[in-house]
């Protein structure tokens, strides 16, 4: 399904990051080690590293990698991105925050597992 709906022209969402994350970036202190949850096309990832931040995030559309790594490219920043679920994540590693802008698309009992990770 994603993979479909990333394959349009442009981005999906936009390159501006999520208007919540702009709002809340404040409170991430310098230099956080973050994790963008199904990070999609990048735009979100993108500007927290903009800001200075250690991003990784992950997607499980290698199309929306694809834009997001050349996003990331124009922007001048580095992001260590990954093709993987929320469910096939290793959610051992450890981050200082951690950022699921759409956690509302997951079913859920995902969700609910999530949130225990």
Not at 8 to 27: H, K, N, S, V, W
Not at 47 to 62: E, I, N, Q, W
């Amino acid at each position: 399904m994603w993979d479909k709906r990333y394959s349009a022209p442009g981005f999906l969402f936009g390159t501006e990051p999520a208007q919540f994350l702009t709002r809340e970036a404040g409170l991430m202190p310098a230099g956080s080690d973050v994790l963008c949850v199904a990070d999609g096309e990048g735009r979100n990832s993108t500007y927290l590293a903009g800001l200075g931040h250690k991003v990784t995030a992950f997607d499980p559309s290698p199309v929306a990698l694809e834009k997001a790594r050349g996003l990331a490219g124009e922007k001048g920043v580095e992001i260590d991105f990954n093709l993987s679920g929320v469910d096939d994540w290793d959610w051992s590693k450890t981050h200082d925050v951690v950022v699921a802008v759409f956690v509302q698309f997951a079913p859920p009992a995902l969700r609910d597992q999530m949130f225990k990770w």
